[in-house]
Nanobody
């Protein structure tokens, strides 16, 4: 499995931007599609975005489409989530995850997970 460490979370105001990063180690990074999920208190972990190993294919949850952008730098073994126009409902613990599939939106198909980074958006 690949080891994942997220960073970049914080406390921001509605309308602000944040960029999350996820650094990978342990296995060949470009063997994996990479996803971002989030979990708010009292709610299930939900899909946010995914990017294929080659960066050619991306998918987004409807709730973030047009505001969030996922990208990756295989030379740096890092995946990013650029979050713009943040809303209070984006408040959650954000997780990075890796899958051997080309892409997936199902959390059960991701075998490696980071520890999460907290994003809090105040109104």
């Amino acid at each position: 499995q690949v080891q994942l460490v997220e960073s970049g979370g914080g406390l921001v105001q509605a309308g602000d931007s944040l960029r999350l990063s996820c650094a990978a180690s342990g296995r060949t990074f470009n063997n994996y599609a990479m996803g971002w999920f989030r979990q708010a208190p009292g709610k299930e972990r939900e899909f946010v975005a995914v990017i294929s190993w080659n960066g050619f294919t991306t998918y987004y949850a409807d709730s973030v489409k047009g505001r969030f952008t996922i990208s990756r730098d295989n030379a740096k073994n890092t995946v990013y989530l650029q979050m713009n126009s943040l809303k209070p409902e984006d408040t959650a613990l954000y997780y990075c995850a890796a899958t051997n599939l080309y892409t997936s939106t199902r959390r059960t198909e991701f075998g490696s997970w980071g520890q999460g980074t907290q994003v809090t958006v105040s109104s």
